[in-house]
């Protein structure tokens, strides 16, 4: 059964940091590339970044340049979201997701595997 796993969200304060984790199942996790997604309340889910499977990484999102970094670890088939210097406007569902193109994007279509997503809220 194929699944992601997103975890790590909650809430925290502005400026403060948290990790999300996407753990893969099901399918071979080193053979897909991995993207971030998320969708504040009223509006469309966003690409963030992705991650190809030799580790290299596409940043989609001008507001999150230089503040959000993804890596990998394809041997615990877990990808990671680092989230610095956090901001309301980050508030949000995340969701990871799972490609076999090698050129991933911010395309959702292009996706082939989902997680149900974590919250992430940013507030004082």
């Known amino acids: 059964q194929v699944q992601l796993v997103e975890s790590g969200g909650g809430l925290v304060q502005p400026g403060g940091s948290l990790r999300l984790s996407c753990v893969a199942s099901?399918?071979?996790?080193?053979?897909?590339?991995i993207g971030w997604f998320r969708q504040a309340p009223g509006k469309e889910r966003e690409g963030i970044q992705c991650i190809s499977k030799s580790g290299v990484n596409r940043n989609f999102a001008d507001s999150v340049r230089g503040r959000f970094a993804l890596s990998r670890d394809n041997a615990g088939n877990t990808a990671y979201l680092e989230m610095n210097n956090l901001k309301p406007e980050d508030t949000a569902n995340y969701y990871c997701?799972?490609?076999?193109?090698?050129?991933?994007?911010?395309?959702?279509?292009?996706?082939?595997?989902w997680g149900q997503g974590t919250q992430v809220t940013v507030s004082s």
């Open positions: 099901g399918f071979a996790f080193d053979n897909y590339a």
């Open positions: 997701a799972a490609t076999r193109r090698i050129l991933c994007s911010d395309n959702r279509s292009q996706y082939d595997y």
